[in-house]
Protein backbone atom coordinates (compact mmCIF):
# COMPACT_ATOMS: atom_id res chain seq x y z
CA UNK A 1 0.00 0.00 0.00
CA UNK A 2 1.03 3.32 -0.29
CA UNK A 3 0.12 6.68 0.34
CA UNK A 4 0.62 10.49 0.31
CA UNK A 5 0.61 11.81 4.12
CA UNK A 6 -0.31 14.87 3.78
CA UNK A 7 -3.57 14.87 1.22
CA UNK A 8 -4.49 10.97 1.93
CA UNK A 9 -4.28 10.43 5.50
CA UNK A 10 -5.18 7.06 5.76
CA UNK A 11 -3.67 3.81 4.45
CA UNK A 12 -4.92 0.04 4.82
CA UNK A 13 -2.78 -2.95 4.44
CA UNK A 14 -2.94 -6.34 4.40
CA UNK A 15 -0.82 -7.98 7.39
CA UNK A 16 2.65 -9.26 5.57
CA UNK A 17 2.24 -6.52 3.23
CA UNK A 18 4.80 -4.03 2.59
CA UNK A 19 3.40 -0.53 3.57
CA UNK A 20 4.80 2.84 2.53
CA UNK A 21 3.94 5.81 3.80
CA UNK A 22 4.90 9.24 1.69
CA UNK A 23 5.49 12.92 3.26
CA UNK A 24 6.25 15.98 1.30
CA UNK A 25 8.33 18.84 2.77
CA UNK A 26 8.68 22.22 2.13
CA UNK A 27 11.59 23.55 3.92
CA UNK A 28 15.19 22.57 1.67
CA UNK A 29 17.01 23.82 4.45
CA UNK A 30 16.31 20.81 7.29
CA UNK A 31 18.96 19.11 8.83
CA UNK A 32 17.05 16.00 9.39
CA UNK A 33 14.48 14.09 8.63
CA UNK A 34 12.63 11.73 10.85
CA UNK A 35 9.89 9.36 11.23
CA UNK A 36 7.66 8.64 14.64
CA UNK A 37 5.01 6.44 15.82
CA UNK A 38 2.38 7.68 17.23
CA UNK A 39 -0.31 4.60 18.71
CA UNK A 40 -3.34 6.07 20.40
CA UNK A 41 -3.38 7.43 23.36
CA UNK A 42 0.83 7.24 23.69
CA UNK A 43 3.53 10.05 22.82
CA UNK A 44 5.12 9.61 19.27
CA UNK A 45 8.36 7.10 18.98
CA UNK A 46 11.36 7.72 17.32
CA UNK A 47 11.58 5.49 14.87
CA UNK A 48 14.03 6.43 12.18
CA UNK A 49 15.80 9.40 11.01
CA UNK A 50 18.16 10.54 8.11
CA UNK A 51 20.06 13.44 7.53
CA UNK A 52 19.95 15.43 4.83
CA UNK A 53 22.92 14.52 2.65
CA UNK A 54 21.82 10.86 2.58
CA UNK A 55 19.40 9.41 0.00
CA UNK A 56 18.24 6.38 2.07
CA UNK A 57 18.73 4.86 5.21
CA UNK A 58 17.83 1.33 6.54
CA UNK A 59 16.61 -0.03 9.87
CA UNK A 60 15.10 -2.91 11.13
CA UNK A 61 12.08 -3.49 9.25
CA UNK A 62 11.91 0.10 7.93
CA UNK A 63 13.59 2.00 5.13
CA UNK A 64 13.90 5.81 4.61
CA UNK A 65 14.17 7.06 1.34
CA UNK A 66 14.65 11.08 0.74
CA UNK A 67 14.42 12.62 -2.47
CA UNK A 68 15.83 16.04 -2.41
CA UNK A 69 15.08 17.09 -6.06
CA UNK A 70 10.91 16.66 -5.17
CA UNK A 71 11.06 17.21 -1.42
CA UNK A 72 9.74 13.66 -0.77
CA UNK A 73 10.13 11.67 2.26
CA UNK A 74 8.83 8.15 2.46
CA UNK A 75 8.99 5.25 5.42
CA UNK A 76 9.11 1.63 3.81
CA UNK A 77 7.64 -1.06 6.64
CA UNK A 78 8.25 -4.34 5.16
CA UNK A 79 6.61 -7.68 6.42
CA UNK A 80 3.47 -5.52 8.04
CA UNK A 81 2.21 -6.35 11.18
CA UNK A 82 -0.54 -5.51 13.85
CA UNK A 83 1.24 -3.98 15.89
CA UNK A 84 2.81 -1.38 12.91
CA UNK A 85 -1.01 0.22 13.21
CA UNK A 86 -0.59 3.68 14.38
CA UNK A 87 -0.25 6.93 13.09
CA UNK A 88 3.17 7.90 11.50
CA UNK A 89 4.46 11.15 10.99
CA UNK A 90 7.36 12.73 9.65
CA UNK A 91 9.19 15.62 11.27
CA UNK A 92 11.59 18.25 9.72
CA UNK A 93 14.37 19.27 11.46
CA UNK A 94 15.93 22.68 11.40
CA UNK A 95 19.36 22.96 13.52
CA UNK A 96 20.09 26.52 14.88
CA UNK A 97 22.26 27.59 17.94
CA UNK A 98 20.42 27.73 20.79
CA UNK A 99 17.62 25.05 19.31
CA UNK A 100 16.88 22.60 17.44
CA UNK A 101 13.55 22.37 16.45
CA UNK A 102 11.23 19.87 15.21
CA UNK A 103 8.15 20.86 12.80
CA UNK A 104 5.54 18.14 12.42
CA UNK A 105 3.48 17.05 9.29
CA UNK A 106 -0.04 16.08 9.86
CA UNK A 107 0.19 12.45 10.11
CA UNK A 108 -0.83 8.95 8.51
CA UNK A 109 -2.86 6.72 10.31
CA UNK A 110 -1.72 3.08 9.00
CA UNK A 111 -4.30 0.02 9.64
CA UNK A 112 -3.08 -3.21 9.10
CA UNK A 113 -5.84 -5.71 8.24
CA UNK A 114 -5.30 -9.14 9.91
CA UNK B 1 8.12 6.82 27.25
CA UNK B 2 11.31 5.76 28.91
CA UNK B 3 12.51 8.18 31.38
CA UNK B 4 9.55 10.68 31.03
CA UNK B 5 6.65 11.13 32.92
CA UNK B 6 3.72 13.52 32.99
CA UNK B 7 1.30 13.87 35.14
CA UNK B 8 -1.88 14.02 35.28
CA UNK B 9 -2.85 12.04 32.49
CA UNK B 10 -6.26 13.54 31.93
CA UNK B 11 -6.95 16.97 33.38
CA UNK B 12 -10.10 18.74 33.80
CA UNK B 13 -10.59 22.58 33.74
CA UNK B 14 -13.27 24.79 34.23
CA UNK B 15 -13.25 27.95 32.31
CA UNK B 16 -11.13 30.49 33.61
CA UNK B 17 -8.80 28.55 36.02
CA UNK B 18 -5.25 28.11 35.76
CA UNK B 19 -3.87 24.59 35.10
CA UNK B 20 -0.45 23.07 35.59
CA UNK B 21 0.71 20.54 33.96
CA UNK B 22 3.99 18.49 35.37
CA UNK B 23 6.79 16.85 33.04
CA UNK B 24 9.64 15.00 34.83
CA UNK B 25 12.77 13.66 33.23
CA UNK B 26 15.50 11.39 34.69
CA UNK B 27 17.54 10.89 31.13
CA UNK B 28 19.62 13.77 32.11
CA UNK B 29 19.10 15.71 28.77
CA UNK B 30 19.28 19.32 28.48
CA UNK B 31 16.60 19.96 26.36
CA UNK B 32 13.11 19.80 27.03
CA UNK B 33 9.63 21.04 25.12
CA UNK B 34 6.33 21.04 25.13
CA UNK B 35 3.76 20.62 22.34
CA UNK B 36 0.11 20.58 21.62
CA UNK B 37 -1.43 18.03 19.74
CA UNK B 38 -5.35 18.91 18.24
CA UNK B 39 -7.38 15.83 16.95
CA UNK B 40 -5.99 14.22 13.49
CA UNK B 41 -3.17 16.91 13.64
CA UNK B 42 0.41 16.88 14.08
CA UNK B 43 2.37 18.62 16.71
CA UNK B 44 2.89 22.22 17.62
CA UNK B 45 5.05 23.36 19.56
CA UNK B 46 4.55 25.56 22.80
CA UNK B 47 7.56 26.32 24.68
CA UNK B 48 10.60 24.96 24.69
CA UNK B 49 14.25 25.58 27.18
CA UNK B 50 18.41 24.58 26.34
CA UNK B 51 18.93 24.93 29.82
CA UNK B 52 18.35 25.44 33.36
CA UNK B 53 16.74 29.21 33.60
CA UNK B 54 16.36 29.72 29.73
CA UNK B 55 13.39 29.47 27.62
CA UNK B 56 12.17 30.13 24.35
CA UNK B 57 8.45 30.49 22.49
CA UNK B 58 7.25 27.81 20.49
CA UNK B 59 5.08 28.74 17.71
CA UNK B 60 1.86 28.91 19.95
CA UNK B 61 3.27 30.06 23.35
CA UNK B 62 -0.06 32.83 23.28
CA UNK B 63 -1.99 31.93 26.95
CA UNK B 64 0.67 29.51 28.22
CA UNK B 65 3.74 29.74 30.35
CA UNK B 66 6.84 27.18 31.50
CA UNK B 67 9.49 27.34 33.93
CA UNK B 68 12.81 25.35 34.06
CA UNK B 69 14.32 26.05 37.54
CA UNK B 70 15.59 22.63 37.43
CA UNK B 71 17.17 20.26 34.65
CA UNK B 72 14.65 17.62 35.93
CA UNK B 73 11.54 19.44 35.60
CA UNK B 74 9.83 21.71 32.73
CA UNK B 75 5.82 22.60 33.83
CA UNK B 76 3.36 24.01 31.64
CA UNK B 77 1.07 26.29 32.98
CA UNK B 78 -2.38 26.43 30.92
CA UNK B 79 -3.52 30.14 31.60
CA UNK B 80 -7.22 31.18 31.46
CA UNK B 81 -5.81 33.43 28.16
CA UNK B 82 -5.62 30.29 26.15
CA UNK B 83 -8.90 30.33 24.44
CA UNK B 84 -8.79 26.94 23.32
CA UNK B 85 -6.92 24.33 26.19
CA UNK B 86 -8.38 21.34 25.45
CA UNK B 87 -6.11 19.04 23.89
CA UNK B 88 -3.22 16.56 24.60
CA UNK B 89 0.05 18.05 25.56
CA UNK B 90 3.36 16.19 25.12
CA UNK B 91 6.31 16.87 26.92
CA UNK B 92 10.02 15.85 25.10
CA UNK B 93 13.68 15.98 25.66
CA UNK B 94 16.10 16.27 22.83
CA UNK B 95 19.39 13.52 22.88
CA UNK B 96 22.51 14.69 20.86
CA UNK B 97 21.27 16.44 17.86
CA UNK B 98 18.04 14.96 16.38
CA UNK B 99 16.31 11.98 19.05
CA UNK B 100 13.64 13.59 20.56
CA UNK B 101 11.77 11.06 23.27
CA UNK B 102 8.62 12.29 24.19
CA UNK B 103 6.44 11.37 27.47
CA UNK B 104 2.90 9.99 27.41
CA UNK B 105 1.47 12.79 27.49
CA UNK B 106 -1.60 14.73 29.29
CA UNK B 107 -5.30 15.00 27.64
CA UNK B 108 -6.75 18.47 29.24
CA UNK B 109 -10.30 19.14 28.48
CA UNK B 110 -12.62 22.15 29.60
CA UNK B 111 -15.67 21.52 31.14
Known amino acids: GESVGLHLPTLSVQEGDNSIINCAYS??????FIWYKQESGKGPQFIID?????DKRQGQRVTVLLNKTVKHLSLQIAATQPGDSAVYFC?????????????FGTGTRLTVIP | DGGITQSPKYLFRKEGQNVTLSCEQN?????MYWYRQDPGQGLRLIYY???????QKGDIAEGYSVSREKKESFPLTVTSAQKNPTAFYLC??????????FGPGTRLTVL
Open chain 2, 92 to 101: ATLAGVNEQF
Open chain 1, 91 to 103: AELRLKAGANNLF
Open chain 1, 50 to 54: IRSNM
Open chain 2, 27 to 31: LNHDA
Open chain 1, 27 to 32: NSASDY
Open chain 2, 49 to 55: SQIVNDF
